[in-house]
C-alpha cells in the first residue's frame, strides 16, 4: 500500500449459508431449515426466507416448528461442508483482490485497498459481488468502510458503504452491538439506556473502561479506526506432489518402481510433515513420444509410508506401456486424511496393516465401494441387527451381542404352510419337502413400534430353528396375530 492511501474493507455477510447451500443441491419450494441436534433435541440451524416469513427463527426446537408450520421440510445441518463451502467462497473472493479472510462461520472480509480501480468504483464493485452471489443461489449483506469493524457493522445492521473517512457517520445510528461486543456486554450498556453507536463514542472514556471493561473501548476503536485489525488472508493449501525429469528414457518396470520410490520419499515427508495421509495417489508417466499414462492407487486407510505403498503400486506399473520410453514421473496425493502422529502397539499395527493392504489389492481389482463388511447395529429386529459398510472407509466395530443364535442367511419372510404355534411336522420350502426332526424355540420378538415398518404389520413374531431329516437347518416364525409361518433364514 502507497502512502496516504485510504484503506477500504468490505465485509460480506450470509444471513442463510447453510440453507442457501442445501438448496443449491436440492431446491425445495416453501419453508425450508436445517436441523441440528443439541441437547438430546432438534432445533432449527438455518432456515431459508419462507421459513423466517412464517415467524420461525433460530434456536427453535423443531416439533413447536412443525407445529407452527406443519409444511416445513427439513434435513440435518452439515457444519464441515459449511466450513468448507465457505473456503471455497473465500478462494472466489479473490477475484476481487488477494487480501480475502474468513469472519466468523457465515461471512468474509476483503481488504480491497488499491484494488477498487480495477472495477470503475466501489458501487460497481459492490453490485458485480452481489450480482454473481445471486446468480448462485446466495443472499448477501455487504458493508464497506474504512475499517474492518465499521463494515462488519454495516453488512449485518445498516447494509451499505460508508465514505472515506466518515466511519462515525455511517455507524453512529445503529446499535451498539453492531461493535461486535459480547451479549452480555449489549445488555448491560442498554440497560443504562446506551443503545446507539454514538452515544457510546460520546462517554468518558474512562468510566467507560472501568464500568463495562476495556473491550468495549477496544471495539469501538476499531471500528473508528483508532486501533489497526488487519485481514489475514486464507493460506494456500498445501500441494502434495512431487516429480522427477529423467536425463535418459526408462521402460522396464524395476527402474519405474525405482523412481517411484524416490518420489514417495519425498512426499511421505511432506505428508508426515503436515500430520495427515494419502487416500488417493496417482502416479503419472510422460513418455517421450509427449503422451502420458496414469496409475491410481486408492488405498484403504490413509498412509504415509513409502515401503507400504510402493508394493501397492506394483500391479498398476507392471500394466504400463512405456512406448519409446519414459522420461517424466509425477506423484500427486489426490486426495489426503488427517492422520496425527500417535503411539500403537508394534503387534497391533502389524496384523491391521495387512489387513488394510489385503483391501486395498482387492479394492484396485473390483473397486473399495465393493469391499465390504459388517456392522452391528441397534435393533433386536432381525433386519435391522446389523448394516453393510465399505471396508475402506469404517472400522470394524463389536462385540455382536446376541442373546439367541442367528442364521448365517438372511433374506424377506418367504411364507410355507402350516397350522397351530408349534412348527408345522411336515412343509415344502422353495419346492423341496421337508420334515422336521428338531425345533428349537420359542423366541418372541415384538416390533419397534417408533418405526413405521410394512413387513412388521403383523405384529410379533415367534421365531423358531428348526432343523430338518433332510439337513437344513431353518429360522422359521409364527405369527400369532394373523396365524401363518414362514422362513426368513438358514444356518450354516
Known amino acids: ?17 447453510a440453507s442457501d447451500r ?9 419453508p425450508f431449515a436445517l436441523t441440528l441436534r443439541h441437547s438430546n433435541t432438534d432445533r432449527l440451524y438455518c432456515l431459508n426466507r419462507a421459513a423466517e416469513q412464517q415467524g420461525l427463527n433460530r434456536g427453535m426446537s423443531f416439533s413447536d ?21 465457505l473456503r471455497a467462497l473465500a478462494r472466489w473472493a479473490t477475484r476481487y483482490c488477494p487480501w480475502v479472510g474468513l469472519e466468523g462461520g457465515d461471512g468474509l472480509v476483503l ?54 473517512g466518515e466511519s462515525l457517520g455511517a455507524i453512529a445510528d445503529l446499535p451498539v452491538a453492531a461493535l461486535r461486543l459480547e451479549a452480555d456486554t449489549v445488555v448491560a450498556l442498554q440497560r443504562v439506556g446506551i443503545r446507539r453507536i454514538d452515544a457510546l463514542a460520546a462517554l468518558p472514556r474512562a468510566s467507560l473502561a472501568r464500568r463495562f471493561g476495556r473491550d468495549v473501548l477496544m471495539r469501538l476503536d476499531q471500528a473508528l479506526g483508532a486501533q489497526p485489525e488487519h485481514v489475514s488472508p486464507l493460506s494456500a493449501p498445501v500441494h502434495y506432489g512431487v516429480r522427477m525429469t529423467l536425463p535418459d528414457p526408462i521402460g522396464l518396470a524395476a527402474d519405474v518402481m525405482a523412481v517411484a520410490e524416490r518420489l514417495l520419499d519425498r512426499l511421505c515427508a511432506k505428508l508426515k510433515a503436515n500430520e495427515t495421509g494419502a487416500r488417493i495417489l496417482r502416479l503419472t508417466l510422460r513418455r517421450v513420444d509427449g503422451e502420458s499414462q496414469q496409475v491410481e492407487l ?14 501397492l503400486f506394483r500391479r498398476g506399473v507392471d500394466q504400463v506401456d512405456a512406448g519409446f520410453g519414459i522420461d517424466q514421473m509425477r506423484l500427486e496425493a489426490v486426495e489426503v486424511a488427517g492422520l496425527p502422529v500417535q503411539q500403537l502397539s508394534p503387534h497391533r499395527q502389524q496384523g491391521s496393516a495387512a489387513l488394510d493392504d489385503l483391501i486395498t489389492r482387492i479394492g484396485t481389482r473390483i473397486g473399495l465401494e465393493n469391499v465390504q ?12 441387527s446389523f448394516l453393510i459398510a465399505p471396508a475402506a472407509y469404517s472400522e470394524p466395530e463389536g462385540p455382536w451381542l446376541r442373546a439367541a443364535p442367528r442364521p448365517a442367511w438372511l433374506f424377506p419372510p418367504e411364507p410355507i404352510v402350516g397350522e397351530g404355534r408349534q412348527p408345522p411336522a411336515q412343509f415344502r420350502w422353495r419346492r423341496m419337502p421337508l420334515t422336521t426332526g428338531r425345533a428349537r424355540g420359542p423366541e418372541r420378538i415384538a416390533p419397534e413400534w417408533w418405526f413405521e415398518d410394512e413387513s412388521w404389520h403383523r405384529g410379533l413374531r415367534d421365531y423358531w430353528l428348526v432343523e430338518t431329516r433332510q439337513g437344513r437347518r431353518l429360522w422359521l416364525f409364527h405369527t400369532p396375530q394373523n396365524p401363518g409361518w414362514f422362513v426368513q433364514g438358514e444356518f450354516a
Open 1 to 17: 500500500m502507497s502512502v496516504g492511501m485510504q484503506r477500504r474493507v468490505v465485509s460480506l455477510w450470509f444471513p442463510r449459508l
Open 298 to 311: 486408492r488405498l484403504a486407510r490413509p498412509l504415509r509410508e513409502p515401503l507400504r505403498i510402493l508394493s
Open 65 to 85: 416448528a412443525r407445529a407452527f408450520c406443519p409444511d416445513l421440510q427439513s434435513r440435518p445441518a452439515d457444519m464441515p461442508g459449511d466450513a468448507g463451502f
Open 111 to 164: 481488504d480491497v485497498t488499491g484494488a477498487v480501480h480495477l472495477w470503475g468504483d466501489e458501487a460497481r464493485m459492490l453490485c458485480d459481488m452481489r450480482q454473481r452471489l445471486a446468480r448462485a443461489g446466495l443472499f448477501v449483506q455487504a458493508g464497506l468502510a474504512d475499517t474492518r469493524g465499521a463494515a462488519w457493522a454495516l453488512a449485518h445492521y445498516g447494509e451499505g458503504c460508508a465514505a472515506p
Open 373 to 384: 463388511r459388517f456392522l452391528p447395529a441397534d435393533s433386536h429386529i432381525p433386519e435391522r
Open 22 to 30: 442445501a438448496l443449491r443441491a436440492r431446491p425445495v419450494d416453501g
